[in-house]
């Protein structure tokens, strides 16, 4: 859990469609959940990660259980523009906020998501052995981890001109996954019946999610159509 009284960083890594629904429903699940959007960023527009401050991990942790534009979200330990930036920021990290997931009792794995890039093995393997400077004193677990670290960089948003190093590095601790299997769970594909006007499943949870809906709320909808959803 984040340190009581801090404003933690966090990275969100979102999801690539629906680009201009994404920010209004990260502001809406906020509100919803007692948090504040803050943006640490400037301006998101179509970058799939976004650094924001939430109050708590509690919070974080709510967030993730509605959202289906986030991936996962992770509490931010470092950032730069290249491998020497991100050492640099790692090492300026209070070591107290690192002491209680890095302990000689706990296990963890360390994982490497690129965007827009796919590296070797061996390229992988380098960048984890690069860390060996943070304070890990437990066991490695690939399988069944308590704490999940990963490095995410970004190598822009052209598949035609992929640069040969990172726009962006970040490093974080794992936080929670996001509901978008829910989209294929509930996928129109799968439904015994479909009427011409039956909702694409992704855009009903935005939707419920940008009007704030609560457990046991009542929500008129003058536009049901087929009632699929009902």
Known sequence: ??????LNRYLLLMAQEHLEF???????LLSLFGGQFTNNQGTYGKSPFWILT????????NLMKRTVCAKSI???WGHGKSPEELYSSLRNYPVEKMVPFLHSDSTYKIQIHTFNKTLTQEEKVKRIDA?????FEGKVNLKKPQHIFSVLEDYGLDPNCIPE???NIYFGRWIADGQRELIESYSVKKRHYIGNTSMDAGLSFIMANHGKVKKND?????????AVYI
């Open 54 to 61: 939430i109050p708590s991990e509690d919070i974080a942790r």
């Open 131 to 135: 860390l060996e400077f943070l304070p």
């Open 22 to 28: 994404r920010l209004p429903e990260i502001q809406s």
């Open 218 to 226: 009542i929500v008129f909808d003058p536009f049901v159509g087929t």
């Open 1 to 6: 859990m984040a340190l009581p009284g801090s």
């Open 165 to 167: 190093n990172p726009h």
């Open 74 to 76: 992770f509490e931010l």
